[in-house]
């Protein structure tokens, strides 16, 4: 920069103009102390102790927080673990008392005649109408307003319908009508002439599904045993008698809505309140640790960009010369943008568990989707302590040099992938079980690429007819090689690559950016005492300076 131009500056310090600056008035011991000012910034937390006396607060924090919030975690855990078991363990319970002769191992629970769809449907009512009689646990009717809500039967119908497969002629309305027909609880049916009492008639010609809805009330009591109060659950069951195919086989299926509630009134006795003041203190001390960590992680992004911008606005002034953004995103540490994720995701989880322990809330899935993400950040999170110990650091530098080649080379392999699952989802969709659908076909292919499915992939459609046969041979024997020996020996050459070149760079050094080379100019070792300063003035102001035009 010359003698004749000016340089417009607005410092961050009361927003000091300064016009003009050359490279011959930047004091040597000025630009010394700002190198100083980086190295000490890119230090680790041990190193900035001995240069500063300043301890590792964050480091500590992180350690602190891997305890409580693992602590947390898992006691949440157990929790939930008995909410899912309650849930599963119904579920099962109403497809043995609504499903007749139904069996565990029965995949397929079908129908294949009009007096065994009749007769299902007469049973389920049957069992329904007598539900807290015949029932071993805690389950009751739902009331509204003193009244037992119905049991519901609904059929999805065609509007018109006259099929003679004989004659190979058909008359049909396509859309879709609905009936449905209430039955309540306490209703006088005679058991016998319960069908006729009904005057419940099915045509099979248009009818494309049966859907019998009913809901039934439990308390999961089990949790008295941990000291935790039992929720109450209403099971909305819906059973449907599915006969889009109009195959001859109407397919039964029994499904669940669950919504868990706070129970209106409740007393267990000899319980006090002591372990619940315990539970939520401790979720109070995990929110104070990760709102402090949320601090000081965030103090520590703002200074970096603080930091940023004065090392821009020097290189501007001092070398006359742009920052590459590969330098400026040296000084936003990616780590503390994990840690302050995990921090918000483990604060925001902990307030909804304490509304969830104190019965305002029930909403367990989405308690479980934050603590269990910001779990595994704040794991990973810590990683970041381990960048100082390159020896044990040398996972995360692999992946990160490997990353940009990976993603180049995975955009390729997703292209074949995806051209052999719409391929195989047609082709081999209609004869193998496997290919039904896309989501099928993606998820079996993606297993025979690791090793599993292969053989049950070629026994299945070995009775086929021949043209299939011989396409579905050629489909797996090009999948396989493809993907099994050479897309993933690729892939893995990639990583080896990097983690070889990590390597290397590790015994003969690795090439230093600008920045860092910039830095390393800077001898003065961290027990120098050259770091001790009362206070860090502004390098911007100090390099403003000898302007003839600063105000």
Not at 139 to 163: G, K, M, W
Not at 223 to 229: D, M, S, Y
Not at 239 to 258: E, M, P, Q, Y
Request: aromatic fraction near 14%; proline fraction near 3%.
């Amino acid at each position: 920069m010359s003698d004749g131009e000016h340089f417009l500056f607005s410092g961050s310090n009361n927003n000091l103009p300064c016009h003009r600056t050359t490279k011959s008035h930047v004091d040597p011991q000025t630009v010394e102390d700002f190198r100083r000012k980086l190295k000490y910034f890119f230090m680790s937390p041990c190193q900035k102790y001995r240069a500063r006396g300043r301890k590792p607060w964050k480091m500590m924090l992180q350690i602190l927080k891997i305890a409580i919030i693992t602590f947390q975690l898992v006691s949440f855990g157990l929790s939930n673990e008995m909410m899912v078991t309650f849930k599963e363990g119904n579920i099962i319970t109403f497809k043995h008392f609504f499903l007749k002769n139904y069996q565990d191992r029965n995949k397929d629970y079908a129908l294949y005649t009009r007096h065994d769809v009749h007769d299902h449907i007469l049973y389920i009512i049957n069992k329904y109408l007598h539900l807290e009689d015949l029932t071993i646990d805690n389950h009751a009717f739902e009331r509204i307003n003193d009244v037992v809500t119905p049991l519901s039967i609904c059929q999805e119908l065609y509007r018109h319908a006259n099929v003679l497969p004989a004659n190979e002629t058909f008359d049909i309305d396509p859309h879709v009508e609905t009936e449905c027909l209430s039955i309540y609880p306490f209703s006088h049916y005679k058991k016998d002439g319960l069908e006729k009492d009904m005057n419940l008639t099915l045509d099979f010609q248009r009818l494309l599904a049966v859907n019998i809805h009913l809901k039934v009330k439990a308390i999961n009591l089990q949790t008295v045993h941990h000291k935790e109060l039992p929720d109450c659950y209403d099971f909305a069951v819906n059973i449907k008698f599915d006969n889009h195919a109009h195959s001859g086989r109407i397919k039964i299926s029994l499904s669940s809505d669950v919504q868990i509630k706070v129970c209106k009134d409740w007393n267990v006795s000899g319980s006090t309140d002591l372990h619940y003041q315990l539970i939520v203190l401790f979720d109070c001390v995990v929110i104070c640790c990760c709102l402090l960590s949320l601090i000081l992680c965030t103090r520590s992004v703002y200074k970096g960009m603080h930091l940023q911008s004065e090392y821009t606005t020097f290189a501007s002034i001092y070398y006359n010369k742009r920052v590459s953004w590969s330098e400026r995103i040296e000084f936003i540490n990616g780590w503390y943008i994990l840690i302050i994720i995990s921090d918000t995701l483990t604060i925001t989880g902990s307030v909804l568990k304490i509304c969830i322990q104190s019965k305002e809330l029930t909403n367990y899935d989405v308690c479980s989707i934050l603590l269990g993400t910001a779990t595994m950040f704040v794991w990973i999170g810590v990683m970041r302590y381990l960048s100082f110990f390159q020896k044990y650091y040398i996972l995360i530098l692999t992946l990160q040099a490997a990353l940009p080649n990976v993603i180049r080379f995975s955009f390729c392999v997703v292209m074949i992938f995806l051209s052999y699952c719409f391929c195989g989802w047609i082709v081999l969709g209609p004869h193998h079980e496997n290919f039904r659908s896309f989501n099928m076909v993606a998820n079996c292919l993606f297993s025979m690429m690791n090793g599993d499915e292969i053989y049950s992939t070629f026994t299945k459609i070995r009775d086929k007819n021949d043209l299939v046969w011989m396409f579905s041979r050629m489909y797996v024997y090009t999948f396989v090689p493809l993907f099994t020996f050479m897309i993933l020996s690729l892939f893995i050459a990639l990583i080896t690559d990097t983690y070889e070149t990590i390597k290397h760079y590790q015994k003969h050094g690795a090439p230093l950016s600008e920045l860092q080379a910039f830095i390393a100019e800077c001898k003065d070792s961290p027990n120098s005492g050259k770091y001790m300063v009362h206070e860090e003035t502004s390098t911007l102001w100090c390099l403003c300076a000898p302007c003839v035009n600063c105000t």
